[in-house]
């Protein structure tokens, strides 16, 4: 099978949502990463300092989330899921910037949190770690964080859910001809079968997909 044979098929079963959430994140990243000396000195002093690391991964934000599918084999609505999360968070704390030094440790905890709350089988948080970059301890104190920060408000209603993939859809089309639209899984009332309380009111009806395991052992990657 040649090269581009190969590449053909991943990028075929790539889930779409992975290409849209990468289009959007590094448009924001780039932008946020441009801002003065003192807007970055005080994001870095924000409620997400904690995500903060000393560089720059040198892995792209489309790598990053295509390693994650890879390797946790996540449902495809646990990234929009996890898109929520830091947008709740970017809410919550608007002197926070999402930027080169936090989006990775931000995107594998908030992708990691959302497994749990979706997938009926997910890998544990040193399997995460393994993945992300991060060490066991790292990701477990960040999942710590990022449930506080968020007041354990996790449960993301379908109402929600269908008004960021539109977001994320509409973003991308305003700046590409591709038209690429967000996997949207079956909607059912998940009977609080969650491993985090919902504090949000408005999030009356749970997301839940199926899910099936696939065995894979990921190689080994550091995140600074």
Not at 4 to 26: G, I, Q
Request: aromatic share 8%.
């Amino acid at each position: 099978m040649s090269q581009d044979t190969t590449e053909a098929a991943a990028a075929a079963s790539t889930p779409r949502v992975l290409t849209v959430l990468s289009f959007v994140l590094e448009r924001l990243v780039a932008r946020n990463d441009t801002l003065t000396a003192a807007a970055a000195a005080a994001a870095e002093k924000s409620g997400l300092k904690v995500f903060h690391g000393v560089r720059a991964p040198s892995i792209s934000i489309p790598k990053y989330l295509e390693r994650i599918y890879k390797y946790t084999n996540c449902s495809p609505s646990c990234f929009v899921v996890g898109y929520v999360y830091i947008d709740r968070l970017l809410h919550k704390y608007p002197d926070s910037l999402l930027v080169s030094l936090n989006v990775h440790r931000l995107l594998v905890t908030s992708v990691m949190v959302a497994s749990k709350v979706l997938d009926d089988v997910h890998y544990n948080n040193s399997f995460y770690a393994r993945v992300g970059g991060v060490s066991n301890a790292e990701l477990n104190r960040l999942e710590l964080e990022m449930l506080f920060l968020l007041d354990f408000g996790v449960v993301v209603s379908s109402r929600i859910f269908e008004s960021y993939c539109l977001v994320l859809e509409k973003e991308m089309s305003m700046w590409t001809s591709s038209g690429d639209k967000v996997e949207r899984p079956v909607i059912v009332i998940n009977n609080n079968n969650t491993k985090y309380n919902n504090n949000s009111a408005d999030d009356e009806t749970e997301i839940s997909v199926e899910y099936t395991l696939r065995s894979s052992s990921s190689p080994s990657l550091t995140v600074d």
